[in-house]
């Protein structure tokens, strides 16, 4: 650890949060700010290449500064009122629980702007391209860095408009459709939170989230944090997706640009999952051992559901989209990381932590690579890349061959790589649940979520045979690009960090085991 006055690490926070804001604002003046360029277009993109840049500096800066022989603590924290007759506080802070989240988010933003500085979407100028996306970072940090129920809910929102702008004017086919069912599912949801989220702050007297979890529900009647867990859960379940409120969650990544998918399935399907640890599990703790049989069901649901998509998707002469079933195997992973919260225990959560990361890093490293193999292609059907292919991505391009079949046995939790801890952590955590909860009920959930482990290595090496593997192109075949310069620097961290996070797990767990052990005891660990 590096000694940060604690000063300078409040203002490191508060600079990861607000630069993007200003960014966004920068980008839209007549002569941007960005570096200099051939152009105008080039200049804010360079322009969104640094801001973001800048950002990820300050996140890692947080990082090397943070008391990782504390990560309980709550560390960087603001706290200036902000509407007193509501005891509404600008208040951040972060902790061993949103600090990777803090991380991951600008790490893949950056990519995403470094991506598009080369590969820019086709739509519209790329002034109001690189503002949106800036604000939905800014967004997204801020809902893993405020501590106020209130603030919250605006930076959980903030993110709703310009992924909507992105997906409808920058998007491909359906983009439209896919915008409005996006904004609709997410809106209605959050109204319903929303509610929720009043019931708890009236009730108590403060939006506190701190304060909230310190008392870990005792100011809250049953009934008051059976309705509030309800009304809160809904809204957040439809954010991570939850079984069966998902649907809107395939038709926006087959319509989003490539950065759109990566950061929508990186990083905001983890604000829905990150507000159940933040919110529920420490403020509503009875309401949510109440419902956690539930959510554990629709989770092992999930996962069933999104693995039999997939292999349908995945079978020869199915019309299968490729981002499609990368999107349905989102519904899957997210399933395991609902089970693992569902269980109340310290294995679980930690395990859904993980699991939140390793999916940030896994699949948006396959979104980046199947948008690219639309860019090589023009197209993302399971039948046509197969034809083009060859079936035999490895003979034409072998590295970027290596790279898709790398990210599938990493999505499908090969031991060695990130996304097996988090599974495996959760499936251990369902085998024990907490107490009050019922051990055979659990027992089943695991039994299924481990099935759906088989059933995801089957479609994803279903999909490594039919793209990757064949006989060897002759002199004649179509040609197909290999790994280009931009691209190995976009996507090379993430495989680098999954293949880190797989080795050594402790860099992670170190950081989430003793937030949620203070977490789940009501902050008296």
């Not at 292919?389 to 991505?393: D, H, I, K, R, Y």
């Given at each position: ?348 959560v930690n395990g859904a932590l993980f699991a939140n990361i390793a999916h940030g890093l896994i699949t948006g490293l396959l979104f980046f690579l199947v948008g690219a193999l639309k860019d090589r292609t023009g197209s993302t059907d399971l039948d046509a890349l197969a034809e083009q ?5 490895y003979g034409k391009a072998p590295r970027f061959g290596a790279l898709l079949a790398f990210g599938a046995v990493a999505s499908l939790g090969l031991p060695g790589l990130a996304g097996f801890w988090g599974e495996m952590l959760a499936l251990f955590g369902a085998f024990d649940p ?92």
């Open positions: 650890m590096i000694d940060i006055n604690d000063t300078v690490m409040q203002y490191l926070l508060a600079l990861v949060v607000v630069l993007p804001l200003l960014g966004a604002g920068a980008a839209l003046l007549p002569a941007p700010p960005g570096l200099r360029g051939t152009s105008p277009d080039q200049a804010v993109l360079r322009h969104g290449v640094t801001v973001t840049g800048v950002v990820l500096l300050a996140a890692l800066a947080l990082a090397a500064g943070f008391d990782h022989d504390d990560p309980a603590r709550m560390q960087a924290t603001t706290d200036i009122s902000w509407i007193p007759a509501l005891d509404v506080r600008i208040h951040l802070g972060v902790d061993g629980i949103s600090l990777p989240l803090l991380v991951l988010t600008a790490l893949l933003t950056f990519l995403c702007a470094l991506y598009s500085y080369f590969k820019m979407p086709a739509g519209p100028s790329p002034k109001a391209f690189v503002a949106l996306l800036l604000v939905l970072e800014s967004g997204t940090l801020a809902t893993f860095a405020v501590l106020d129920l209130l603030l919250f809910f605006l930076a959980f929102e903030m993110v709703l408009i310009p992924m909507y702008f992105l997906i409808a004017r920058w998007g491909g086919d359906q983009r439209r459709a896919a915008a409005w069912k996006f904004i609709l599912f997410t809106l209605l949801g959050s109204v319903v939170m929303l509610l929720g989220l009043l019931l708890v702050g009236l009730d108590s007297g403060t939006f506190d989230m701190m304060a909230l979890a310190t008392d870990n529900g005792r100011g809250l009647t049953t009934s008051v944090q059976v309705i509030a867990a309800l009304a809160i859960g809904i809204g957040l379940a439809v954010k991570t997706p939850m079984w069966p409120l998902h649907s809107w969650l395939p038709d926006a990544h087959t319509a989003a640009p490539t950065v759109g998918s990566v950061l929508l399935a990186g990083v905001l399907l983890k604000m829905g999952t990150y507000g159940f640890v933040r919110i529920i599990l420490p403020i509503t703790p009875d309401g949510m051992r109440e419902f956690a049989p539930y959510l554990a069901a629709f989770a092992v649901v999930g996962i069933i559901y999104g693995s039999l998509a997939c292999l349908a998707l995945a079978k020869r002469g199915a019309k299968g989209d490729l981002k499609r079933l990368i999107a349905y195997s989102s519904v899957g992973h997210m399933g395991f990381v609902l089970l693992g919260i569902a269980s109340m225990t310290p294995t679980g292919t060859g079936a035999a991505l907490a107490e009050g909860l019922s051990r055979p009920a659990f027992l089943t959930f695991m039994a299924f979520g481990a099935f759906g482990t088989l059933l995801t290595a089957a479609y994803m090496l279903i999909v490594v045979r039919r793209v990757c593997m064949g006989a060897t192109p002759g002199p004649a075949a179509p040609k197909i690009a290999d790994v280009r310069g931009y691209e190995f620097a976009a996507w090379t961290p993430l495989v680098a960090l999954t293949v880190l996070a797989g080795l050594w797990p402790a860099l992670l767990l170190g950081l989430t085991d003793p937030a949620v052990q203070q977490l789940l005891a009501g902050g008296k660990a």
